[in-house]
């Protein structure tokens, strides 16, 4: 069984930075495929914010993140980090890892229901 433990939320002032962490652990030590955010802010769905495959190391994000959030990985912890700058209160929401065990086609990396493992979430605040 595979588990997502996310770390790094917080609260922060617009204009700052924070790093979320995400580990996963399991006793067999499965390769997850695709690991990647997404966030959920009161009152609106889960969506998605980033993502990067093991494979080809692909990346990819939701337009508002570009430029000020960048995804990152180490396969041999199967952990994924977020490093988020220039936050503004827009990006408070709370913060959920997200995993794969096998690939996903591009056109599935953004959907949520297209990922098998989902961490328990850490909450981000962007006070204006």
């Known amino acids: 069984q595979v588990q997502l433990v996310e770390s790094g939320g917080g609260l922060v002032q617009a204009g700052g930075s924070l790093r979320l962490s995400c580990a996963a652990s399991d006793r067999t030590s499965t390769t997850l495929n695709t690991m990647g955010w997404f966030r959920q802010a009161p009152g609106k769905e889960r969506e998605f914010v980033a993502v990067?495959?093991?494979?080809?190391?692909?990346?990819y994000y939701r337009d508002s993140v570009k430029g000020r959030f960048t995804i990152s990985r180490d396969n041999a912890k199967n952990s994924v980090y977020l490093q988020m700058d220039s936050l503004n209160p827009e990006d408070t929401a709370v913060y959920y890892c997200?995993?794969?065990?096998?690939?996903?086609?591009?056109?599935?990396?953004?959907?949520?229901?297209?990922?098998?493992?989902w961490g328990q979430g850490t909450q981000v605040t962007v006070s204006s």
């Open positions: 997200a995993a794969n065990r096998n690939g996903l086609i591009t056109s599935s990396l953004r959907t949520a229901e297209s990922y098998g493992y």
């Open positions: 990067v495959r093991s494979g080809d190391g692909n990346r």
